[in-house]
């Protein structure tokens, strides 16, 4: 069988955000908690950034990168969400439109909470791994632009954006190991959205899911890797982090399970393995079905290469309700600088909102929810924002949805 693996990533991640510490404040919630989630700011999405305009943002400069005759190659998109607009039109429709892939290209929607993403991956590697056409390419996107619940303990990791990730057989970031993955999937009411406006959480619960399907994931992994020692056989590792400090307790529990491991060291395979994978979750929030590619995109980002050795990533996601999967990748040892389209300047170019202009954002971003007919969007901060985050590359935003129809606006250099 082929080789086949992660050719190019990129992502979309807003052009404001808000400070956690002030929100924080200003709910008057136990400050003693910031130091538990290990986040610093969340992306806060406005009201012109729907899941369709943050997914197309994302993947238009990995079509950009790989040029006309090689987009012809592209025969799959596949979207990981749960902030589908419409109950039987797929969301990728209308971002395999606004993108201009072929005709020739199969597409789809994948929902299962925030697994969505690494399921779309894995079933992306397993269709362009058996594909007839030997330079056959995926598009693998994962999105969420959440509902904001206000007051609430999620508010503070509630982030926004997009992660894009093209699938092929030229893997220069990483390589799939074909097959190597374990499972855990069972029925639990940890999260349920049952309509556009309801957001039914049970944080511990979920937290307790979340760990019980770490050890389940990886144990099964093990069953059919009985040759993987988990402190011995990963260089990296990877976690859905909805915020990075579920991650470093999750992590903390698989640890205490294999073993009696020192706190010390439990605390420096964290810094080692893990670490570098929750920078920019921590500076964006929970983009749900996009997290896990976010912390991988991380990783790439934040981790020098190695042409001495081939080394190995674990990677954990895990979706409410719930599925989850553990399997493996191998980082390519070759530079990958500049791959990620400058993500990190793009963050750091976003607008810093203050609470009162946030709440008015999200008063504004409220009534756009799946089932709205009508909608008309304020561009006017999204073309003030747009040129520090994107300096001459066009962004594609809501203009407004008209009897359930969307329609989207390019801003080029601030101006529509």
């Known amino acids: 069988m082929k080789q086949v693996g992660i050719e190019d990533i990129g992502a ?33 999405a406005l009201p012109c950034e729907d899941v369709v305009s943050c997914a197309v943002n994302a993947a238009r400069p990995l079509l950009d990168r790989l040029g006309e005759r090689e987009r012809e190659t592209i025969e799959l998109l596949v979207v990981g969400t749960e902030s589908g607009i419409d109950l039987s039109k797929s969301t990728a429709t209308w971002i395999h439109e606004l993108l201009q892939l072929p005709r020739t290209c199969r597409l789809f929607e994948v929902k299962q909470a925030c697994y969505a993403g690494v399921a779309a991956l894995q079933l992306a590697t397993a269709q362009i ?5 030997e330079d056959a390419r995926a598009l693998v996107i994962g999105c969420d632009v959440p509902r904001l619940i206000r007051g609430s303990t999620a508010e503070p990791s509630q982030g926004a954006g997009a992660v894009a990730v093209l699938v092929g057989p030229r893997p220069t970031l990483a390589t799939a190991e074909l097959g190597a993955a374990g499972y855990c999937s069972f029925d639990v009411t940890d999260v349920r959205r049952p309509t556009p406006a309801d957001h039914i959480w049970d944080p511990d619960l979920s937290l307790m899911s979340y760990v019980e399907c770490l050890r389940a994931a990886y144990g099964d992994y093990v069953r059919r890797r009985p040759d993987t020692e988990f402190l011995g056989s990963f260089d990296h590792l990877v976690f859905h982090t909805p915020f990075p400090g579920a991650v470093r307790g999750a992590h903390r529990s698989l640890l205490h399970s294999l073993g009696r491991i020192p706190p010390q060291r439990i605390t420096e395979d964290f810094t080692r393995r893990l670490e570098d994978s929750t920078r920019y979750p921590a500076e964006v929030g929970n983009i749900y079905a996009g997290t896990t590619l976010l912390a991988l995109l991380s990783l790439f980002d934040h981790t020098e290469p190695d042409p001495t050795s081939t080394r190995r990533i674990g990677i954990f996601s895990y979706g409410s309700g719930c599925s989850s999967e553990f399997c493996s990748w191998l980082l390519n040892s070759r530079d990958r600088k500049g791959t990620s389209a400058g993500v990190a300047d793009a963050l750091a170019a976003r607008t810093r909102l203050d609470v009162a202009t946030y709440d008015e954002v999200a008063d504004a971003c409220d ?3 799946s089932g709205v007919a009508d909608f008309e969007a304020d561009l006017s901060l999204a073309r003030k924002l747009a040129p520090a985050v994107s300096p ?4 594609t935003m809501l203009e407004h949805i008209d009897g359930h129809e969307r329609h989207y606006v390019q801003l080029a250099g601030g101006l529509s």
């Not at 052009?15 to 806060?44: C, H, P, Q, W």
């Not at 791994?129 to 056409?133: D, L, Q, V």
């Open 12 to 44: 979309y991640l807003g052009l404001a955000y808000i400070e956690v510490d002030d929100l924080f404040r200003a709910r008057g919630m136990d400050s003693s908690r910031m130091a538990n989630l290990l986040m610093r700011r969340k992306t806060v």
């Open 129 to 133: 791994a058996t594909a007839s056409r």
């Open 367 to 369: 009534p756009l929810c």
């Open 392 to 395: 001459g590359r066009p962004l």
